[in-house]
């Protein structure tokens, strides 16, 4: 929804509906603006058929990353066919670094100059990325989450809010950054750190994936 949101507030595409594996075609999600479900995921292929219609994929994977982020592989959607959505309110210096897509950079996010965000990351409201920072795809940066410069943030990683990670760190792949943690050191694959300092608490163990609402946009122009 909050995809949705941002992409009604742009005046180059509309939101045409939600592919969800759990809620049945002609249910609605969302609460106060209630946004139709049109499809399920299977279903994907028809839809971007059309030349005009693209697609932003989130998934509620923060418990199992790894198989949501080979789930959301298997669905096989052309990079083309992704949609940014980039709230007019969020700092991205276009010219300065690399965006990919499929990104969702929410309100007042801030991205520095020399940095990569890749496929299928999303930013929350005022997350912040240091300069020369490196966020492999299917990440989730959350809300007040500072990432310093120099840093490496692996695939499927979610960093959680109002926490910070020192300048050059390397967060492993499909590892969680606990809420209000201070990341000063490296921290490996698979792993859950939490704390000031950041402390390791376990490594990540295999759990059902659970798809949440995917968002599809039709461009106007």
């Given at each position: 929804m909050i995809a949705a949101s941002i992409i009604d507030r742009?005046?180059?595409?509309?939101?045409?509906?939600?592919?969800?594996?759990?809620?049945?075609?002609?249910?609605?999600?969302?609460?106060?603006?209630?946004?139709?479900?049109?499809?399920?995921?299977?279903?994907?292929?028809?839809?971007?058929?059309?030349?005009?219609?693209?697609?932003?994929?989130?998934?509620e994977g923060i418990s199992d990353p790894y198989n949501s982020y080979?789930?959301?592989?298997?669905?096989?959607?052309p990079r083309e066919k992704y949609y940014n959505v980039i709230d007019s309110l969020a700092v991205v210096p276009w010219d300065y670094c690399n965006i990919g897509q499929g990104v969702m950079v929410a309100q007042f996010s801030q991205i520095s100059p020399d940095t990569t965000i890749s496929d299928n990351t999303i930013l929350l409201g005022n997350a912040f990325v240091g300069h020369d920072t490196y966020v492999d795809e299917f990440s989730h940066l959350t809300t007040n989450s500072v990432v310093g410069a120099h840093v490496h943030i692996g695939k499927g990683v979610t960093v959680g809010m109002n926490s910070t990670i020192r300048g050059r760190v390397r967060v492993g792949d499909f590892s969680l950054i606990g809420a209000g943690s201070v990341v000063l050191d490296d921290v490996p694959d698979n792993t859950i750190v939490a704390g000031n300092p950041a402390r390791v608490l376990r490594e990540r163990g295999p759990l059902n994936y659970l798809s949440k609402p995917s968002a599809v946009s039709k461009n106007d122009k």
């Open positions: 742009s005046k180059d595409a509309e939101v045409l509906g939600f592919l969800n594996d759990i809620v049945p075609i002609g249910g609605y999600i969302g609460t106060k603006k209630k946004i139709s479900v049109i499809g399920a995921t299977e279903e994907l292929a028809q839809f971007i058929m059309d030349e005009n219609t693209y697609v932003f994929v989130a998934y080979h789930r959301w592989k298997s669905l096989g959607i």
